[in-house]
Each structure stands twice: as structure tokens, then as C-alpha cells.
């Protein structure tokens, strides 16, 4: 053994010998502290002893006045909103708004639905493969936050150059960055699908549309509609955007209350806007609340693994 080798040795049989003898001595007063601590601390009862009763009693009454707080200035805005648009708009330019933001509900719905017949089939095949899923999920989520106006120029000149229907070709800007929800979320939900069930589901020979309609669909529905429900409400946000698309001197637009709302912003005119931002607000709340809400409890309570 060389010399070095010794002296390190010696060395740390020291600090062992020494760390033996100061938790030897220090261990009484540690243990003294550590039961100190430990000691519960009872505060001086000062009210009454209360039943759950009495105690839900209160937190509900606060409920209640939160709840009536948060209903009185909701109608209280929607009461300035409305006097407002009635005396700045008129009734006729409302109901026309109704109609662009009725074209832009159905541009949405029917994007989402091609692009869950597309992303779909491929997102699982990737997340019944972890080497692939690891691969694409980060591209997808790079792709999400891909600004959409990088595209315009692009765009426009295919539109001009073919004379296309700007009504179906500027929806695809809509759809382009928020498909790539779609794509990460049935991703994990495929990945997340249960091995067993796989087996089983082969075992029993259940292949093609049966396999699935029984096997992978239910097993997927809550991550798709966590994705298509983040991508509805991005379209909604993206049309203001994509269907009034302005690229050096040419102005392309398509009928919907996107380019409704970018429009006045741009001619500056502020009751068309709070008109155009009310209406999508008022049509995403009844979608999200009649639609999307109900199909995702109903994933939860049926087809949830």
C-alpha cells in the first residue's frame, strides 16, 4: 500500500471516530429538542364548540353571496354592453353579426372534424409506439406555438395567383396551429392505453373498424376531447386573425366575425368591436356549455379506463 493510500485511510477513520463521538454526545440534546417539537400545541378554546352543521352553515351563506356578487356585475355588463350596441349599432348590424359569427361557428366545427378524421389515426399509431411518440410529441407542441402570420405572404399569393374561394382556402390558417392540440393529446392517450386490454383485444381477433370503434376509441375519448376542446377555442381566437389576412397591398378576406372583429379594429371602429368580441363570446360559452361540455362528462362517466 503506497503512502498516500495510508494517509487517506487514517484520515477517514478520524472523521468516522470523530463523528461517532459528537452524535454520541450531542444525541441526548437532539432527542431533548426533537420531543419539544413533537409536543402538540392546544389553543385556548374562545367560541363555543360548533357542529358541521353550524360550521357548513356560514361557508354556504358566503357561497351564495359570491355567487349573487358574480351574477349581479355579469348583468350588469351585459346591460351596459347591449345599451351600448343598441345605441351605437342598431339592431340590424346584430343580427348581420349574428350571421358572419354563425359562418365562423360552422368553419370551425367542420376544420376540427377534419382534422380529427386526419390527426387521429396517425396520433395513435405514433402512441402505440414510444419511440416514435417521444419523437413527435415535441414537434407538435413546437407547431402549436408556431406564429400563423409567418404564412400570410405564402397565403395570399396562392390565393391571388389561382383565384381561390378565400372562404375555404383561409380556413386552413385557422385550423394550422391549433390541430397540433389534436395531435399531443391523443398521442398521451393512445401511449396511456392499457397493455392488458391491448392483449385481449388481440387474443379476441377484434380488428379493423371493430377494433376501433369498441377497443381504442373509448379509450381515447377524454384526451381527444381535452385536445379538440383546446383547439375549438384557439380556431375562435385564430379567424380573427386568419380571415382578414393584409400581406404588403392586398387585403384577402372570408365572410365570418373574424375578419369582422379585425376589420373595425383596423378602421378603428369601437362599437363594431365590442359587437364582434361580445357575439364570439356569447357563441363559445353556448358551444362550450351545450356541446363540448356535455360530450366530455359523458367521456368521463362512460369511457373513462
Same mark, same amino acid.
Given at each position: 500500500?503506497?503512502?498516500?493510500?495510508?494517509?487517506?485511510?487514517?484520515?477517514?477513520?478520524? =472523521? =468516522?471516530?470523530?463523528?461517532?463521538?459528537?452524535?454520541?454526545?450531542?444525541?441526548?440534546?437532539?432527542?431533548?429538542?426533537?420531543?419539544?417539537?413533537?409536543?402538540?400545541?392546544?389553543?385556548?378554546?374562545?367560541?363555543?364548540?360548533?357542529?358541521?352543521?353550524?360550521?357548513?352553515?356560514?361557508?354556504? =351563506?358566503?357561497?351564495?353571496?359570491?355567487?349573487?356578487?358574480?351574477?349581479?356585475?355579469?348583468?350588469?355588463?351585459?346591460?351596459?354592453?347591449?345599451?351600448?350596441?343598441?345605441?351605437?349599432?342598431?339592431?340590424?348590424?346584430?343580427?348581420?353579426?349574428?350571421?358572419?359569427?354563425?359562418?365562423?361557428?360552422?368553419?370551425?366545427?367542420?376544420?376540427?372534424?377534419?382534422?380529427?378524421?386526419?390527426?387521429?389515426?396517425?396520433?395513435?399509431?405514433?402512441?402505440?409506439?414510444?419511440?416514435?411518440?417521444?419523437?413527435?410529441?415535441?414537434?407538435?407542441?413546437?407547431?402549436?406555438?408556431?406564429?400563423?402570420?409567418?404564412?400570410?405572404?405564402?397565403?395570399?399569393?396562392?390565393?391571388?395567383?389561382?383565384?381561390?374561394?378565400?372562404?375555404?382556402?383561409?380556413?386552413?390558417?385557422?385550423?394550422?396551429?391549433?390541430?397540433?392540440?389534436?395531435?399531443?393529446?391523443?398521442?398521451?392517450?393512445?401511449?396511456?392505453?392499457?397493455?392488458?386490454?391491448?392483449?385481449?383485444?388481440?387474443?379476441?381477433?377484434?380488428?379493423?373498424?371493430?377494433?376501433?370503434?369498441?377497443?381504442?376509441?373509448?379509450?381515447?375519448?377524454?384526451?381527444?376531447?381535452?385536445?379538440?376542446?383546446?383547439?375549438?377555442?384557439?380556431?375562435?381566437?385564430?379567424?380573427?386573425?386568419?380571415?382578414?389576412?393584409?400581406?404588403?397591398?392586398?387585403?384577402?378576406?372570408?365572410?365570418?366575425?373574424?375578419?369582422?372583429?379585425?376589420?373595425?379594429?383596423?378602421?378603428?371602429?369601437?362599437?363594431?368591436?365590442?359587437?364582434?368580441?361580445?357575439?364570439?363570446?356569447?357563441?363559445?360559452?353556448?358551444?362550450?356549455?351545450?356541446?363540448?361540455?356535455?360530450?366530455?362528462?359523458?367521456?368521463?362517466?362512460? =369511457?373513462?379506463?
Amino acid at each position: 500500500m503506497s503512502e498516500s493510500q495510508e494517509v487517506g485511510g487514517s484520515w477517514v477513520l478520524n =472523521l =468516522l471516530q470523530r463523528t461517532y463521538w459528537v452524535r454520541l454526545a450531542a444525541g441526548p440534546v437532539f432527542a431533548a429538542f426533537r420531543s419539544i417539537t413533537m409536543l402538540p400545541i392546544r389553543l385556548p378554546r374562545i367560541l363555543p364548540a360548533t357542529s358541521s352543521t353550524d360550521e357548513q352553515r356560514p361557508s354556504r =351563506l358566503l357561497d351564495a353571496l359570491w355567487i349573487l356578487i358574480i351574477l349581479a356585475v355579469a348583468a350588469w355588463a351585459a346591460w351596459l354592453t347591449i345599451t351600448y350596441i343598441a345605441t351605437e349599432v342598431g339592431w340590424d348590424e346584430v343580427l348581420h353579426v349574428v350571421v358572419l359569427t354563425t359562418y365562423t361557428l360552422i368553419r370551425v366545427l367542420v376544420l376540427i372534424f377534419l382534422a380529427s378524421l386526419i390527426w387521429v389515426p396517425i396520433s395513435v399509431w405514433i402512441g402505440l409506439r414510444p419511440r416514435w411518440a417521444e419523437r413527435v410529441q415535441p414537434i407538435a407542441q413546437f407547431l402549436a406555438a408556431f406564429p400563423v402570420n409567418l404564412l400570410f405572404g405564402a397565403t395570399v399569393s396562392l390565393v391571388l395567383a389561382f383565384n381561390l374561394n378565400t372562404n375555404i382556402w383561409l380556413s386552413f390558417l385557422i385550423i394550422f396551429g391549433t390541430q397540433w392540440y389534436i395531435v399531443f393529446n391523443v398521442i398521451g392517450g393512445a401511449a396511456a392505453f392499457p397493455n392488458d386490454l391491448r392483449e385481449a383485444a388481440t387474443n379476441f381477433r377484434v380488428h379493423g373498424w371493430q377494433w376501433w370503434k369498441q377497443v381504442m376509441l373509448p379509450g381515447i375519448a377524454p384526451y381527444y376531447l381535452t385536445g379538440a376542446i383546446t383547439a375549438s377555442g384557439g380556431s375562435w381566437n385564430a379567424s380573427i386573425v386568419a380571415e382578414y389576412v393584409k400581406w404588403k397591398d392586398h387585403t384577402v378576406t372570408a365572410q365570418g366575425v373574424g375578419s369582422y372583429i379585425a376589420e373595425a379594429t383596423d378602421k378603428g371602429d369601437f362599437p363594431k368591436i365590442v359587437l364582434g368580441v361580445a357575439m364570439m363570446s356569447i357563441f363559445v360559452t353556448l358551444v362550450n356549455r351545450l356541446f363540448w361540455r356535455r360530450l366530455y362528462a359523458f367521456a368521463e362517466r362512460r =369511457l373513462r379506463l
